[in-house]
Nanobody, 122 residues
Framework: QVQLVESGGGLVQAGGSLTLSCAAS????????MGWFRQAPGKEREFVAR????????AYADSVAGRFTISRDNAKSTVYLQMNSLKPEDTAVYSC???????????????WGQGTQVTVSS
C-alpha cells in the first residue's frame, strides 16, 4: 500500500507561481513512478508530469512543458510540482498518483491522493 497526501494548492494570479507537494508513505514507495494529473470541471483527468523515483527521468504534457517542473526528495519521500507562469486554463484539481509503470495513462496509477485545488485568476 502507498499513501499519498498533496498540499500547496491555492489561488494565484495569472503569471504567478505555486509549488505542490505530494508526500508518499508505505512500502517500497521509491519503486514507483509518481505522476501529477489534473482535472478541471467538466473535463477528463489529464496527465501533467511524471517522475521515476529511482532515476531522474521525467516527462511533461505539452501544455505545461517549460513552465512546470517535477522533482523528488528521496529523503522526504516527497514529490514536488513547481508551477510557473500560471494561466487561467491551469485551473483544476491537481492529484498525484503512483504507478508501477512509466506511463501517462491515469488507468495505470494504482494509488491516488485526495487532490488539491489550484485556481488561477485572470
Amino acid at each position: 500500500q502507498v499513501q499519498l497526501v498533496e498540499s500547496g494548492g491555492g489561488l494565484v494570479q495569472a503569471g504567478g507561481s505555486l509549488t505542490l507537494s505530494c508526500a508518499a508513505s508505505g512500502r517500497t514507495v521509491t519503486a514507483y513512478v509518481m505522476g501529477w494529473f489534473r482535472q478541471a470541471p467538466g473535463k477528463e483527468r489529464e496527465f501533467v508530469a511524471r517522475i521515476d523515483w529511482s532515476t531522474p527521468r521525467t516527462a511533461y504534457a505539452d501544455s505545461v512543458a517549460g513552465r512546470f517542473t517535477i522533482s523528488r526528495d528521496n529523503a522526504k519521500s516527497t514529490v514536488y510540482l513547481q508551477m510557473n507562469s500560471l494561466k487561467p486554463e491551469d485551473t483544476a484539481v491537481y492529484s498525484c498518483g503512483a504507478s508501477r509503470y512509466y506511463t501517462a495513462n491515469a488507468r495505470d496509477y494504482n494509488y491516488w491522493g485526495q487532490g488539491t485545488q489550484v485556481t488561477v485568476s485572470s
